[in-house]
T-cell receptor, first 111, second 115 residues
Framework: DAKTTQPPSMDCAEGRAANLPCNHS???????VYWYRQIHSQGPQYIIH???NNETNEMASLIITEDRKSSTLILPHATLRDTAVYYC????????????FGKGITLSVRP | GAVVSQHPSRVICKSGTSVKIECRSL??????MFWYRQFPKQSLMLMAT?????????EQGVEKDKFLINHASLTLSTLTVTSAHPEDSSFYIC???????????FGAGTRLSVL
């Protein structure tokens, strides 16, 4: 079973920031928080991951609460191409460590 | 980012035939690859873990004799759907890990339609 909970859907206006929440209250100390997204009929795309510090890359920012029980993925300037299903996943790092996908959150970016 | 290639992207076959799907890590070596299946409007479900040079590990409920996995090299894993039936029609996706296993990259997926 997935160890994260996400709202089923949300929308935002193009050009505005999209803040996607995720709860992972049972996360273990050696588990990372990962975010992937899946655009319709494509394979999932890696976005970002973090352990306990906030992270930022060219795609997004990841804010993890101090107790690590929740996190927020921030797309700073959403575009129509960001419309997708976003998955928040927790897992230990390692080549043999599998990703368990939940239902994710469907983000719809409106013009 | 690293590239994982899947082939074919789409396949249509008759019931009872076998279909082979290839997953390649193009610019890195992967001792472990994963195979997922996704039905319409559902999330990805892990089918099996493919281990280079050894037997695959299957998730509960996945028939190992129906979904044959071969991982003969560090850059190639294959999934063969044997005696395919219409209920096997699905979107099959593979993944491989890079950077000490911290980041998994996914192929574009293979859409299988069994008539």
């Amino acid at each position: 079973d997935a160890k994260t909970t996400q709202p089923p859907s949300m929308d935002c206006a193009e050009g505005r920031a999209a803040n996607l929440p995720c709860n992972h209250s049972t996360i273990s100390g050696n588990e990372y928080v990962y975010w992937y997204r899946q655009i319709h009929s494509q394979g999932p795309q890696y976005i970002i991951h973090g352990l306990k510090n906030n992270e930022t890359n060219e795609m997004a920012s990841l804010i993890i609460t101090e107790d690590r029980k929740s996190s927020t993925l921030i797309l700073p300037h959403a575009t129509l191409r960001d419309t997708a299903v976003y998955y928040c996943i927790v897992r230990v790092a390692g080549a043999n460590s599998k990703l368990t996908f939940g239902k994710g959150i469907t983000l719809s970016v409106r013009p | 980012g690293a590239v994982v290639s899947q082939h074919p992207s789409r396949v249509i076959c008759k019931s009872g035939t076998s279909v082979k799907i290839e997953c390649r890590s193009l610019d890195f070596q992967a001792t472990t690859m994963f195979w997922y299946r996704q039905f319409p409007k559902q999330s990805l479900m892990l089918m099996a873990t493919s281990n280079e040079g050894s037997k695959a590990t299957y998730e509960q409920g996945v028939e190992k004799d129906k979904f044959l996995i071969n991982h003969a090299s560090l850059t190639l894993s294959t999934l063969t759907v044997t005696s395919a039936h219409p209920e096997d029609s699905s979107f099959y996706i593979c993944s491989a890990s890079l950077a000490g296993g911290r980041i998994s990259y996914f192929g574009a997926g293979t859409r299988l339609s069994v008539l």
